[in-house]
């Protein structure tokens, strides 16, 4: 039987990707399709063939992840070779912009061996480098909105995926060419504005979310015959894990690039992104027919403000930020209250808007945390060539340790300290681990300033530090003699930092999103990347010597701050119940619409138990 092609409701048979429901109920027989929802004998209350938990084994039992399908994993391959050509060409972006042509190059940018001069070609300086990478970056990360929008309501999130990345394949040519030494020497070189972060960002997430079979928590018995609780959200917190390391192993390509930028030239660090890059193509292809898709539904947004809009016409600005203000939305409660007006939501549909509301509360938090995690604009760069003692190492090489720190520890997380809570009965809720993470995130900041504090103690040229070898003598020392070793601290503490909130923040702009906004949330976490970029581009004058330590230490004291104002603004999101607003019937792949439309029927429910013993025949 081809099991990947005739279950109509879900990627592929429950037992081909966990063991999920209770052994006994699968041995029950049945005639046809089982109820959505029913009873044991025990008096379980089941939900397609699962096993709900009871109020007391939720607080007694110990939880687990389960087992996600295939297409999850090769998704995160797909992300792997973009985050790999976007990292590996944009980490060589600052010194192309902000550095001259070395003296002691060959017109490529690159410099002499074991020459001390940085990688470079525009000779912009590091005001320009600042408002030029962060500009970029908010293009990059505040498009996707609209982008996620369309994808929710008119073109779905596969597509717009692959034209992310046709439009990212020209953006490479583009790069490309701009780096060749007769484009450099002529001083027409750019950087391209067009990537793929536009489409694919706010499509990505979700739609490898998507593929999770894990919609309720529920009751199983493990091999060794103990009773768990499969939980969708460590189910999704683990899957998402590998996603973040695949992209932090892409990233890790901006290490090759460093070397060949001072070692070959642009042309070559912009190169090797774009051959793996070329492998795109075909894995979207082979996934094509395999993968559920959502199709697009209309966006939700108008309903929203329909909610609004009824919330405030019943005294809804005076409960602001108060219990009861989401109720006077909600179509039952306007209907006892003589309402005849036709309603196109229900009052689940006003719970996921305060859910989506919540989320972007949280989303904000996110940009003073990003910006210490690396400092403003850039600042960190800055750092790294304001007198450090490199010794011949290309300056933005450990920047690089940001990927490689966080390849290390998720498996560490994944698979011994999350492991090991959840067999503890230690919930780590959301909102926690997000806490630590910028708590974290602070931590490195204060290294930031800490190290450029002693750069400017020890530079000879005092507070001029960052222009220094412009002031000295040709030959003369111009640099510090602090260790340019020291600045891995500050990197690998704020890489940790990630783990805890930007794998988080996925889950959380998923599952608090109502169904046909779910591209749109996503995006809308992603502009707080843009937000941090604004403030890069508005702050880019102060980015200079003598002012490089307020443009750590100030962003510092605020992270502090609203560390302590998120945790107690938030802590109680940690007692909620994970809630996913996807159902069996949304997980359908093309083949299964078109076996749907053929035969003019309703979806069947999912029988695991029929899956299984086919399977096993």
Known sequence: MDTGTTIPTIAAPVSAVRTSVDQAALDEKVNGPPAERGVTEDGHETFHGLVLPTEEEKSTLRRVAGKMPATCYYLCAVEFAERASYYGCSQVYKNFIRAPLPPDGNGTGATAPGSEYTAGALGQGSVVATAMTEAFKFLAYALPVYFGWLADTKYGRFKMICWGVAVCGVAHIIMIISALPPVLLSGKAIGPFALSLWYFKP???????????????????????????????????????????????????????????????????????????????????????????????GSDLGNVFKVLGDIFAHGGLKRIGRKGFWEAGKPSVRKAAGSTKNYEYDDQFVNDVRRTFQACGIFLFSPIWQINDGGLGAAANALGIAGMDTNGIPNDLFDNLNPVSIVIMVPVMNHIVYPFLRKRGIKWGPISRMTFGFALGTVGSIAYSVLQYYVYQTSPCGWNATTCAEIVAPGEVSVSSISYAYYAIPVIISAVSEIFVNVTAYGIAYSRAPKNMKGLV??????????????????????????????FAGPTIVGATLTVVFWFTFKHIDKEEFVLNTDFSDMKKDSDRESDEEKVAAPKAIDEKKSIDEKKS
């Open 522 to 551: 996503a995006s809308l976490n992603l502009f707080m990347t843009a937000i941090s970029a604004a403030i890069g581009l508005a702050t880019a004058p102060v980015i200079r010597d003598p002012y490089l330590i307020w443009a």
């Open 203 to 297: 499509n990505i997430s979700p739609t490898l979310i998507d593929q999770s079979p894990h919609k309720v928590a529920h009751v199983i018995t493990d091999v060794n015959g103990e009773k768990v609780i499969v939980d969708p959200e460590e189910s999704i917190n683990s899957v998402m894990l590998w996603f973040y390391l695949l992209i932090n192993v892409g990233s890790c390509f901006g290490i090759p690039t460093s070397y060949l930028a001072k070692i070959v030239g642009y042309w070559a660090a912009y190169l090797i992104p774009t051959i793996l890059y070329l492998m795109l193509p075909p894995l979207l292809w082979y996934l094509n027919p395999r993968l559920v898709k959502q199709p697009p539904g």
